[in-house]
């Protein structure tokens, strides 16, 4: 602990224990916005490979491209030599474990199977000094890391017994060597302070182990951002930090009620927010907004108050007008949006985008008539209106949408958030594509003051919007001078 407190010092940091939140990153000086307050390598990580993204990818950088598989074990792939060299130090001992597991069994190892035998494999290799424990890079963080053993299920930690035990079958080393129960308290460990890898737009690419980063707590309001500059795990300012100020970030989705973000952070990572927004729950304020993002609107379309349930129960009540909206009205419109929903998914994942298009153009319909304009719900199926459209490369269509998100967007996010940046970006890029080039310089500005901050302006994404920037600026200083 010592040797990590100055490894921290050394980078204006400290790590304190508080009750109720266990230990915390403080700062020792001020840190400005887009500052790196700490990076760290992942002392372990695999790439994802699921449904939302089945294609393989490269063990070390996350890439797709020109792949060939590990000639020996045949599981691991790379996109590269220089890859492959980088990874096989580690890869080496996997290698040979992987290539005696039958292919039966092969197709059990999950990404969380394969981080857990990474995990297990890096600590032998640790002990025995083929990998030199670093200050930052050392067991003895994951070792320190809090498992919620006890509040987890018990059908939780029985599939932990099998995660463990199927490790042990593929690791097949002497029971000196390997100790399950500690296995299967690492896997929870990992379900609460493993982090999603994603690229620089936020699309899901791996697994991380980043024991050092897992110090810093959730707030539902975060002064930091983590992203990822492929394997690196970078904690940004997102606002002025002042000395002395806990370094936060945000675990779950922050768009939504305080009772949902809530419930989320208790489901996964077993603790109760009491960050600056959930200490308003229950008050006039926090009832209001969670009416808005997750309640229904007016019956009066011209009217834009929120609704609560009247006192007898039988319908909703609107705050600004008065109107009354029937239950039985509201329960109808939403088994018809469920149902609807239903066969969306369906026709998405078969791959029938034309259907799903019209099936979410129908649940959008409902949707404005059920919801407030800034419904979280509503906000979800334009999301998913404006993938279709891009995938369709009906341009107008995915900017109108994407304009349709953005108010929302700026309502749910921090000013600062990554996400609202993006959004921006993504509407100046469309806008310049469709020759709107003043509205497209206002969007891509937005979206460089937001990014600039949360990524860097040195990450070659920011740069390139930089560059695109500055020729949509040009372009449009050109326009105005005709």
């Known amino acids: 602990m010592e040797e990590l407190q100055k490894f921290l010092n ?115 290799l640790e002990i025995e000094k083929i990998f030199p424990a670093t200050v930052a890079d050392n067991y003895k963080h994951v070792d320190a890391l809090v498992s919620h053993m006890s509040e987890v299920e018990e059908k939780q930690l029985i599939l932990y017994a099998q995660m463990a035990n199927l490790v042990n079958l ?99 990572y077993f603790f109760t927010c009491s960050c600056s927004r959930c200490i308003k729950l229950g008050q006039p304020e926090d009832i209001q907004e969670s009416a808005i993002l997750e309640g229904y609107r007016c019956k009066e379309s011209k009217c834009d108050g929120f609704l609560l349930r009247d006192s007898d129960n039988k319908g909703f009540v609107c705050q600004k007008c008065g109107r009354i909206r029937d239950k039985e009205e509201i329960s109808t419109i939403t088994n018809k949006v469920k149902y609807i929903s239903d066969k969306a998914s369906i026709s998405l994942s078969a791959g029938y985008k034309i259907e799903a298009n019209e099936a979410y153009k129908r649940i959008e319909e409902l949707q404005l008539k059920l919801y407030h304009p800034f419904s979280i719900f509503l906000m979800r199926t334009r999301e998913a209106l404006l993938k279709i459209s891009m995938d369709q490369q009906d341009w107008k269509e995915a900017l109108s949408y994407c304009r349709l998100t953005i108010p929302i967007y700026e309502r749910v996010y921090p000013k600062c958030h990554p996400l609202l940046g993006l959004q921006y ?13 003043v509205a497209a310089v206002r969007s891509m500005t937005k979206g460089l003051d937001v990014l600039g901050i949360t990524h860097g302006t040195k ?24």
């Open 170 to 268: 593929i690791l097949q080393w002497p029971d000196s060597d390997i100790n399950i129960k500690e296995i299967a308290e690492n896997f929870s460990k990992l379900a609460c302070n493993a982090h999603t890898i994603c690229d620089s737009e936020l699309r899901p690419l791996g697994t991380g182990l980043y024991p050092v980063i897992s110090i810093i707590n959730h707030s539902c309001l975060p002064n930091s951002v983590l992203v990822f500059e492929e394997r690196l795990a970078v904690v940004r300012a997102m606002q002025n930090i002042p000395k002395g100020t806990e370094v936060t970030i945000s675990y779950v989705e922050i768009a939504g009620s305080t009772i949902t973000r809530q419930k989320s952070l208790k489901e996964q």
């Open 459 to 482: 990450a070659p994404f920011v740069m390139e919007l930089t560059s695109k920037l500055e020729e949509a600026r040009a372009e449009a200083s050109y326009t105005l001078r005709r």
């Open 10 to 124: 050394d980078k204006s940091l400290a790590v304190s224990t508080l009750p109720q939140k266990g230990r915390c990153l403080f700062t020792t000086r001020d840190f400005s916005p887009g500052e790196v307050i700490i990076s760290q390598s992942p002392y372990v990580a695999v790439p994802n490979k699921n449904k939302e993204s089945p294609e393989s990818k490269c063990e070390w950088c996350f890439s797709s491209n020109t792949l060939k598989a590990c000639s020996a074990c045949r599981v691991v792939w790379y996109c590269s030599s220089n890859c492959q060299k980088s990874d096989w130090k580690s890869h080496r001992v996997e290698c040979r474990t992987l290539s005696k597991v039958d292919k039966e069994r092969v197709k059990l190892l999950t990404p969380s199977v394969r981080l857990m035998v990474k995990l297990c494999i890096k600590r032998k």
């Open 425 to 437: 970006y993504m509407c100046g890029k469309l806008e310049w594509f469709l020759g709107e080039t």
